[in-house]
């Protein structure tokens, strides 16, 4: 199982090369590549700059359709627990989430400074609160049951973040909402590239 940035996706849309045997390597199943909800984000980003593939090989249709094949061999992992490497660009320390949350064996990059990182663990709820709207208007009220000390550890975890336990259960099941809908595009565009491995290979020998 492998972790493949965005910069080898690139690399495989703007020339023939390291980065397009990578890519390869996936669509024929010598490479297992994983992703996740950050990751696959930023593939959709980085694909909708246009200045990024100015005098590339493949045009936007074939870019498009290279991704979907390439997510269709993809293994999607959800990330319940964050780390922290010692990386100096925020930015990258998903991938190594990902990669620790996969078991994966390598990532797979252009960026030398991701490399013999040292891990180590950081609580999960100090980011579940980044991006989440605070304005809920219409409140539904839902009760369930927690065994008592499962109540007394989310008590003890929204003490600790100086919230209540109702406004941490908010934040949460935002969280898991928006990981839902993320998951679910990564599926509808792995199914449009499902059985069209032929096309992709194709492009990749362009």
Known sequence: RVVVD???FIGACLARGAASQVIEAC???????VMGSALFLEYEDVLSRRELFAGARLDADERNLLLDVFLSKCRWHAIYFLWRPNLRDEGDNHLMELAVAANATHIV??????SEVRIYASNTWDNLAAGVNQGFEAVNAITFHLPPEAHQKLKAVAVERGMSIDVLLQELTVSMIEEHDIEKRFRARATRGTGREAEALALLQK
Do not use: A, Q, S
């Open 27 to 33: 669509m024929t199943g010598r490479l297992v590549p």
């Open 109 to 114: 990059t252009n960026n030398l400074e991701i």
């Open 6 to 8: 965005t910069n080898v």
